[in-house]
């Protein structure tokens, strides 16, 4: 299979992160994930179809929805001056480990782009303002997402 067929039969979540990546004219991406399957499958997805497109990828990180402290993890996903983020995790795993990304002082929600898992309206209350002002994400469908001033947006017709 050529690169181009490979990219042309990613999932339209992975493409739509893509896409909302690159409108951040990023080159450079640090990828973190959860390690539930979905979250690895997504960050796993997204590093082929972004290097095949010409990407870099400085650190791909995981880290698990309990611990005793991320800061391993955190400190690893946020090292390296990337242009951008990219996350793939569901709403329990980032609840424990965004506090400790924004605890950093290196990461920024507004350059970090994630998968669907993360569209949860209760999200800014579970993590904080720091950790969802600017967040921008992707849908299964496509659609794409941000939180503002603690509110869930979407382009989707009906969305919250």
């Known amino acids: 299979m050529t690169r181009k067929q490979f990219v042309r039969s990613e999932s339209v979540e992975v493409m739509a992160v893509v896409e909302l990546v690159r409108q ?3 080159v450079l991406v640090n990828v973190g994930h959860g ?3 979905d979250s690895v499958s997504n960050a796993s997805a997204f590093v082929e179809t972004w290097q095949s497109m010409g990407g870099e990828v400085g650190a791909v990180v ?8 991320w800061l391993r993890p955190a400190c690893r996903f946020a090292a390296g001056a990337p242009d951008a983020w990219v996350v793939a995790d569901e709403v329990a795993g980032w609840t424990g480990f965004a506090p400790r990304l ?3 002082g290196l990461w920024r929600s507004a350059r970090t782009v994630a998968f669907g898992s993360l569209a949860d309206p209760g999200l800014p209350e579970l993590v904080g303002f720091e950790a969802t002002d600017g967040l921008r994400g992707a849908r299964p469908d496509g659609s794409a997402w941000t939180f503002r001033d603690g509110v869930l947006i979407s382009d989707r017709a ?3």
């Open 35 to 37: 390690r539930d399957p």
């Open 62 to 69: 995981s880290w698990p929805a309990v611990a005793a402290s």
């Open 158 to 160: 009906g969305g919250r």
């Open 102 to 104: 924004v605890a950093t």
């Open 24 to 26: 951040q004219r990023a």
